[in-house]
T-cell receptor
Framework: DTGVSQNPRHKITKRGQNVTFRCDPI?????LYWYRQTLGQGPEFLTY????????KSRLLSDRFSAERPKGSFSTLEIQRTEQGDSAMYLC?????????????FGSGTQLSVL | GQNIDQPTEMTATEGAIVQINCTYQ??????LFWYQQHAGEAPTFLSY????GLEEKGRFSSFLSRSKGYSYLLLKELQMKDSASYLC????????????FGKGTTLSVSS
């Protein structure tokens, strides 16, 4: 069990640029979540995959955001035409199955700074 | 919709006991979780409650009252390493699968 891995750890970009983050979940975990967290706030749900299927997206998620999990293993989150308000920590989490006590395992996140 | 409230900050001293409260409002409550998050690190799972009562796990305990929409996390024999943010999160059947997190309570433990 190597844990949930995210890269890069930090990304600095200029407004208007596109960025892509990668998440490698714990192997055998078929469920994968993306969250966003800003300073002093709790994680905010963005989207969720079960295997390769994207089953839920937050209504707050701008259409500039897109996520994929092509083979049901790693996932990517792309933000197009970044804005300063996109600056945040992007967290990925994975779990094994849907149960009432489903425990999420989080990665250390990608810190995005949009200048 | 959902609403989760917890104090923003708390302070305590080593060896003491601290209780972090969380109140919530959901349409279809389906479990409450506590996570610990050290600065710059990933949240890590602490506890889970779905039925009323107290769940004890070492120095940490979590309590739930569904009728009151209330939970608390109790930390005993505080250590400096317990300085962290404590996140209350709920699962709501009406809101889908994902956990909904509160803003977190930053606990500072001093010697």
């Amino acid at each position: 069990d190597t844990g949930v891995s995210q890269n890069p750890r930090h990304k600095i970009t200029k407004r208007g640029q596109n960025v892509t983050f990668r998440c490698d979940p714990i192997s055998e975990h078929n469920r994968l979540y993306w969250y966003r967290q800003t300073l002093g706030q709790g994680p905010e749900f963005l989207t969720y995959f079960q295997n390769e299927a994207q089953l839920e997206k937050s209504r707050l998620l701008s259409d500039r955001f897109s996520a994929e999990r092509p083979k049901g293993s790693f996932s990517t989150l792309e933000i197009q035409r970044t804005e300063q308000g996109d600056s945040a920590m992007y967290l990925c989490a994975s779990s094994t199955n849907l149960a009432v006590n489903e425990k999420l395992f989080f990665g250390s996140g990608t810190q995005l700074s949009v200048l | 919709g959902q609403n989760i409230d917890q104090p923003t900050e708390m302070t305590a001293t080593e060896g003491a006991i601290v209780q972090i409260n969380c109140t919530y409002q959901t349409s279809g409550f389906n479990g409450l979780f506590w996570y610990q998050q050290h600065a710059g690190e990933a949240p890590t799972f602490l506890s889970y409650n779905v039925l009323d009562g107290l769940e004890e796990k070492g120095r940490f305990s979590s309590f739930l009252s569904r009728s009151k929409g209330y939970s608390y996390l109790l930390l005993k024999e505080l250590q400096m390493k317990d300085s962290a943010s404590y996140l209350c999160a709920v699962r709501d059947r009406q809101a889908g699968t994902a956990l909904i997190f509160g803003k977190g309570t930053t606990l500072s433990v001093s010697s």
